[in-house]
């Protein structure tokens, strides 16, 4: 017990800074993700604090920090507007039905995680990976190019003059910063005295410049202050709970929940690279889904895990659960009690911070690898960055995915061959070699010859295996060819399993597998495959 308490220890004050800063880069992005939802900016940051809390305790990946994400909120967007519109202008109906949808993404999202999904996320192939942090880092990148725009008669407009001049000054003093202190010690939070530094010249200096709280003014909000979370049971009064409704909260509760998870397992994974260590997939989707039917229950607009914010609470050495819940906790004390404080924070600080989160995350070796991987590959990495820019990344990674899929398939098709013999009695061996599945099926096919073979025919699957339906489907014409042509065909080293299921699906077919072949390269093979 002493052991244990005295390694985590060891890595407390890392921990604490780290989380420190952590809450800090949270507050802007757990805002404008509530202003692109169309709700309060309190429904996010309340949802930062709540999915960011819980998942820190019970997650799967200590040292990630979760919270309201942008790819979460444009989906919100339709669904606030239609539930808005089932009600009267003054009812915000669009928040209950976002609450309830809310809670039954995090049923979704424990399901998978009773279920053991997660452990699907290890089949992502390395170049949807590559795509997915290349094309993260891109949206963080232009999420940011919106802090350089002010609210100008009513509309927002692109900085100009001294407001442009002096927002630039202050990002590249945050990233110089961040840049050159760990150069001289790497034991300080280089991203938290960044912050400090910028927002001390700009309180003493008293300078014009865009804050966290002309930010959220801006925006429509009314500031940050706060009280605790309250349970929103007005939800089922007001939502109708019928069939109506879930048909309409359903199908985003769906998507939410798919985004929700590949994003949060896609950001485990590469914590995991980043940190040499391996999270629980499947914990992480029980912890998520708890904690959006918590967040939706208490009036937040739910979460996931949040890549910026991981790497920035990584980079800064935050490696247990101590970092994430010292974050969430932060930002309910800003909340509570340090809300005008947080809003005198300038945005470039926070700007900043995020620009180093993007150099930091990009890939930038994949410039020197995409000459060298197969083209496939390179296509796959390039789709998937695309097209986590253009949509988002749920459509992306699955994207990539089936690409990764099909090109296998494709390459693997090609590699089915039959190597021909024929026995001193006249009997004509067909030696298979590589899978039988859909995608060989038409090459396996064309490897026969029904019509000039000999009366006796052996298809021999030694180096061989029938992987699908498709594969079976086959066989049985392939066998049904032969004995229509009046010509005996045997099957030899089938693994039993595809033995079992051949005989299932057509008994008749038990006539001309062979079982008992005295062969010891059959049984090592059998077990091998199996």
């Given at each position: 017990?002493?052991?244990?308490?005295r390694?985590?220890?060891?890595?407390?004050?890392?921990?604490?800074?780290?989380?420190?800063?952590?809450?800090?880069?949270?507050?802007?992005?757990?805002?404008?993700?509530?202003?692109?939802?169309?709700?309060?900016?309190l429904?996010?940051?309340?949802?930062?604090?709540?999915?960011g809390?819980?998942t820190?305790?019970?997650?799967?990946?200590p040292?990630?920090?979760?919270?309201a994400t942008?790819?979460?909120?444009?989906?919100?967007?339709?669904?606030?507007a239609?539930?808005?519109?089932?009600?009267?202008?003054?009812?915000?109906?669009?928040?209950?039905?976002?609450?309830?949808?809310?809670i039954?993404?995090g049923?979704?999202?424990m399901?998978?995680?009773?279920?053991?999904l997660?452990?699907?996320?290890?089949?992502?192939p390395?170049?949807?990976?590559m795509g997915f942090?290349?094309?993260?880092a891109?949206?963080i990148f232009?999420?940011?190019?919106g802090?350089?725009?002010?609210?100008?008669?009513?509309?927002?407009?692109?900085?100009?003059g001294?407001?442009?001049?002096?927002?630039?000054?202050?990002v590249?003093?945050?990233?110089?910063?961040?840049w050159?202190?760990?150069?001289?010690?790497?034991?300080?939070?280089?991203?938290?005295?960044a912050?400090?530094v910028?927002?001390?010249i700009?309180?003493i200096?008293?300078?014009?410049?865009?804050?966290?709280?002309?930010?959220?003014?801006d925006?429509?909000?009314?500031?940050?202050?706060?009280?605790?979370?309250?349970?929103?049971?007005?939800?089922?009064?007001?939502?109708?709970?019928?069939?109506?409704?879930?048909?309409?909260?359903?199908?985003?509760?769906?998507?939410l929940?798919?985004?929700?998870?590949?994003?949060?397992?896609?950001?485990?994974?590469?914590?995991?690279?980043?940190?040499e260590?391996?999270?629980?997939?499947?914990?992480?989707?029980?912890?998520?889904?708890?904690?959006?039917?918590?967040?939706?229950?208490?009036g937040?607009?739910?979460?996931?895990?949040?890549?910026?914010?991981?790497?920035?609470?990584?980079?800064?050495?935050?490696r247990?659960r101590?970092?994430?819940?010292?974050?969430?906790?932060?930002?309910?004390?800003?909340?509570?009690f340090?809300?005008?404080?947080?809003?005198?924070?300038?945005?470039?600080?926070?700007?900043?911070?995020?620009?180093?989160?993007?150099?930091?995350?990009?890939a930038?070796?994949?410039?020197?690898?995409i000459?060298?991987?197969?083209l496939?590959?390179?296509?796959?990495?390039?789709?998937?960055?695309?097209?986590?820019?253009i949509?988002?990344?749920?459509?992306?990674?699955?994207?990539?995915v089936?690409?990764?899929?099909?090109?296998?398939?494709w390459?693997?098709?090609?590699r089915?061959?039959?190597?021909?013999?024929?026995?001193?009695?006249?009997?004509?061996?067909y030696?298979?070699?590589?899978?039988?599945?859909?995608?060989?099926?038409?090459?396996?096919?064309?490897?026969?010859?029904?019509?000039n073979?000999p009366?006796?025919?052996?298809?021999?699957?030694?180096?061989?295996?029938?992987?699908?339906?498709?594969?079976?489907?086959?066989?049985?014409?392939?066998?049904?060819?032969?004995?229509?042509?009046?010509?005996?065909?045997?099957?030899?080293?089938?693994?039993?399993?595809?033995?079992?299921?051949?005989?299932?699906?057509?008994?008749?077919?038990?006539t001309?597998?062979?079982?008992?072949?005295?062969?010891?390269?059959?049984?090592?093979?059998?077990?091998?495959m199996?």
């Amino acid at each position: 017990m002493t052991e244990f308490i005295r390694k985590r220890a060891a890595n407390a004050k890392n921990d604490i800074f780290s989380g420190l800063t952590v809450a800090l880069a949270l507050i802007p992005e757990a805002v404008a993700f509530a202003f692109v939802a169309g709700v309060p900016p309190l429904v996010g940051l309340y949802a930062a604090f709540m999915v960011g809390l819980i998942t820190s305790i019970f997650g799967g990946r200590p040292g990630m920090i979760s919270g309201a994400t942008g790819a979460l909120a444009v989906v919100m967007v339709s669904l606030v507007a239609q539930g808005n519109a089932m009600g009267a202008p003054d009812e915000n109906m669009g928040l209950y039905y976002l609450f309830l949808t809310v809670i039954l993404m995090g049923i979704i999202q424990m399901l998978a995680g009773i279920f053991k999904l997660g452990k699907f996320v290890r089949l992502i192939p390395h170049p949807v990976m590559m795509g997915f942090v290349n094309g993260l880092a891109i949206v963080i990148f232009l999420s940011q190019l919106g802090m350089f725009k002010e609210v100008t008669g009513g509309e927002r407009v692109w900085m100009s003059g001294m407001s442009l001049y002096l927002m630039i000054g202050f990002v590249a003093l945050t990233m110089l910063i961040m840049w050159g202190l760990p150069r001289i010690n790497k034991k300080l939070p280089e991203a938290l005295i960044a912050i400090l530094v910028v927002s001390a010249i700009v309180i003493i200096g008293n300078l014009d410049v865009a804050t966290v709280g002309s930010f959220i003014r801006d925006g429509g909000g009314t500031g940050l202050k706060g009280g605790l979370p309250v349970l929103q049971l007005e939800i089922f009064e007001k939502v109708p709970l019928n069939l109506e409704t879930l048909r309409f909260i359903g199908p985003y509760a769906l998507i939410l929940a798919a985004i929700g998870l590949i994003e949060s397992l896609m950001t485990l994974n590469l914590i995991d690279e980043l940190t040499e260590t391996r999270g629980n997939t499947n914990r992480e989707c029980m912890a998520q889904g708890g904690a959006n039917i918590v967040t939706g229950l208490f009036g937040g607009m739910g979460g996931c895990a949040m890549i910026g914010q991981s790497i920035i609470n990584i980079k800064g050495g935050g490696r247990t659960r101590l970092s994430g819940i010292v974050a969430a906790i932060t930002l309910l004390l800003f909340i509570l009690f340090a809300s005008s404080l947080i809003e005198r924070v300038p945005i470039a600080a926070l700007v900043g911070v995020m620009f180093m989160v993007v150099i930091g995350t990009f890939a930038w070796s994949s410039f020197r690898e995409i000459s060298k991987i197969p083209l496939s590959d390179a296509i796959v990495l390039v789709a998937v960055s695309v097209l986590t820019v253009i949509f988002d990344l749920a459509i992306a990674v699955i994207a990539g995915v089936i690409i990764s899929a099909l090109v296998f398939s494709w390459e693997n098709a090609k590699r089915i061959r039959a190597r021909k013999t024929v026995q001193e009695d006249g009997t004509k061996v067909y030696e298979i070699w590589g899978p039988l599945f859909f995608g060989s099926v038409q090459a396996f096919n064309s490897k026969f010859d029904v019509k000039n073979d000999p009366d006796n025919v052996v298809i021999d699957f030694m180096e061989s295996r029938v992987a699908d339906h498709s594969a079976l489907e086959a066989l049985f014409n392939l066998v049904g060819k032969y004995e229509a042509a009046g010509k005996k065909v045997r099957i030899k080293h089938l693994s039993e399993e595809c033995q079992r299921l051949m005989i299932k699906a057509s008994p008749r077919l038990a006539t001309v597998i062979e079982e008992d072949i005295d062969d010891p390269r059959y049984h090592v093979m059998a077990q091998v495959m199996e």
